[in-house]
């Protein structure tokens, strides 16, 4: 597989099956964040972090490739009659039911959230709450692709699900890794006379 084809030197690039789009395209946003997501999870798999953890984070990497394909994929392509289109891998609401499984089984060890909590603590908590952040955002460009190309339900329901297991695994990493959780308590304003 040759990796430079100079096909995306006039700024486009192509879909699964074909069609050109700017790469500034919103669809290609999508994807393309959801990328970036993935290599921030590569990122926090190659800290010091439980073993079972980075099998979940491998398991959550491969899905994200899995909706990549999905949003990679032409629209119209997608609308021709089974046989005469591309075939993409689906994203299971299994894999949804899995992060779901992961939250509670970490919420259980931690203690209870009462405020706001200011990320960091510890570089590889930080990573978790950068991943988050970057999920927030796919979950925002990919709703907004929604609204003018559907796009499957379990893609939207995933990235909210991993943005919600991403801030319970940083929760976690902070206890397992003894870094403080700094709470955000608003501070009252004060009476001034200018």
């Known amino acids: 597989m040759k990796i430079y084809t100079k096909t995306g030197d006039s700024g486009t690039t192509g879909l699964i099956g074909g069609?050109?789009?700017?790469?500034?395209?919103?669809r290609i946003e999508c994807y393309g964040t959801v990328d970036e997501l993935n290599s921030y999870l590569g990122l926090i798999r190659d800290q010091e972090i439980p073993n079972n953890s980075k099998v979940i984070i491998i398991n959550i990497q491969e899905q994200l490739f899995v909706m990549g394909a999905i949003l990679?994929?032409?629209?119209?392509?997608?609308?021709k009659p089974k046989g005469k289109r591309f075939q993409t891998p689906v994203l299971k609401p299994e894999a949804t039911t899995l992060?779901?499984?992961e939250i509670d089984a970490m919420n259980i060890?931690?203690?209870?959230l009462t405020h706001f909590i200011l990320p960091g603590g510890h570089s590889t908590v930080s990573y978790c709450?950068?991943?988050?952040?970057?999920?927030?955002?796919?979950?925002r460009i990919?709703?907004?692709?929604?609204?003018?190309?559907?796009?499957?339900?379990?893609?939207?329901?995933?990235?909210?699900r991993l943005s919600d297991f991403l801030f319970v695994l940083a929760r976690k990493l902070s206890k397992d890794l003894k870094?403080?959780?700094?709470?955000?308590?608003?501070k009252k304003p004060t009476n001034s006379r200018s």
């Open 109 to 112: 060890t931690l203690p209870p």
């Open 19 to 26: 069609t050109r789009l700017p790469k500034h395209d919103s």
């Open 72 to 79: 990679a994929m032409d629209p119209v392509i997608q609308k």
């Open 142 to 160: 990919t709703t907004k692709l929604n609204s003018k190309q559907p796009v499957p339900t379990e893609v939207l329901i995933y990235l909210n």
């Open 129 to 139: 709450h950068i991943a988050r952040s970057i999920c927030r955002r796919a979950e």
């Open 99 to 101: 992060l779901e499984t």
């Open 179 to 186: 870094a403080e959780e700094i709470k955000w308590i608003p």
